[in-house]
């Protein structure tokens, strides 16, 4: 648990979910996100004791809404940990937006970041990297705004919803209720200065556009909200 609360909670077992998104609009087809690769999630994090059924699978679970990985034109990375960007190679059409900063640190980590970054999942031939710098449209009805602190280029996509006004997909910078309940950053970043300062600034624009957070690894809001078939307007 103290990988998602900084000192707090060490040596206490947390099972935390991993999931990604996908959008669709008028323009695209977009995911935001790639989830984590099982074999890669083994291979390199065999202590986290990664947990994925076959239907569970990125591909399996675009299937059952019926779209392919190939269908997919725009790929939005929040940043490239292991468990964010573990399916990029799925992507074959696909322009993939990063920061420039978040692709520079996840080849030259500093040691004490480096544990997040899984070179053979973002390391690829081919891959059509849209490289940006600062806060990004990506088409009408999604944005990014930079929320540097749990990685050196992270940034937070934003949803325009008519059910929830706005969908801010946090994606590690808060990751739990308990971040945002007592105040703390994520035990695994790489300036906590910042990364307190970008939770600040998604509770914010929460507030002024009366907007959710999603919780990237929180178990209990992961089973409250809606997935697959049962989407969001």
Known sequence: MSYFTWKINIGKPYRFPVWCTY???????????????????????SWEKPQQSEEQRLDKQLAAIGVKPEDI???????????????????????????????????????????GYSRPTFDIPGVKWDIV???????????TVLAPGHSAGHQVPIIDSKELNAIIIESDVISTRLNLEKRIVGGIHLDPQAQY????????????????????????????????RDYYT
């Open 73 to 115: 034109d725009i790929v939005v990375i929040t940043h490239l940990h292991f468990d964010h960007a573990g399916n990029i190679n799925l992507f074959k059409n696909a322009r993939v937006v990063v920061q420039k900063e978040e692709l520079r640190h996840a080849y030259v980590p500093e040691p004490f970041e480096a544990i």
């Open 23 to 45: 959008v669709e609009s008028d323009e695209a087809k977009i995911m935001i996100d790639t989830g984590f690769n099982l074999e890669n999630a083994l291979q390199y994090y």
């Open 197 to 228: 300062e970008s939770m600040l600034k998604l509770e914010r624009i929460a507030e002024e556009t009366k907007g959710t957070i999603f919780l990237q690894h929180d178990t209990e809001f992961f089973s409250t909200i809606k997935k697959g």
């Open 133 to 143: 710098s600062g806060d990004q449209k990506i088409v009408d009805g999604l944005r």
